[in-house]
């Protein structure tokens, strides 16, 4: 098992910025990768980032490129988002993930993070 704490959350204005943080523990030498997806009000879960552990490629979507980074902290099994130039249409629950095969894209992680607010005011 693979416990995972995401914390950063909050509200902020349109073109501001926030970082979100996810500490994962557990039997993490298992995961390939580390994801986050949202979830807004009426919609599906949708990708936004990922990186895997082992060689730091990075995957974004479209939505989000130029805009948004993933990074990561192998000592300390951490891994952030850093959101800059925030749009409103960026308001979601955004869950941190861990995978534990390829396909960092995909939505079906093995592991899930309980979730954090993100509010972005226009």
């Known amino acids: 098992q693979v416990q995972l704490v995401e914390s950063g959350g909050g509200l902020v204005q349109a073109g501001g910025s926030l970082r979100l943080s996810c500490a994962a523990s557990?039997?993490?030498?298992?995961?390939?990768?580390m994801g986050w997806l949202r979830q807004a009000p009426g919609k599906e879960r949708e990708f936004v980032a990922a990186?895997?552990?082992?060689?730091?490629?990075?995957f974004y979507a479209d939505s989000v490129k130029g805009r948004f980074t993933i990074t990561r902290d192998n000592a300390k099994n951490t891994v952030y988002l850093q959101m800059n130039s925030l749009k409103a249409e960026d308001t979601a629950v955004y869950y941190c993930?861990?995978?534990?095969?390829?396909?960092?894209?995909?939505?079906?992680?093995?592991?899930w993070g309980q979730g954090t607010q993100v509010t972005v005011s226009s």
């Open positions: 557990g039997r993490t030498f298992n995961s390939y990768g």
């Open positions: 990186i895997a552990w082992s060689t730091g490629i990075r």
């Open positions: 993930a861990a995978r534990d095969r390829v396909g960092l894209r995909q939505n079906d992680y093995d592991y």
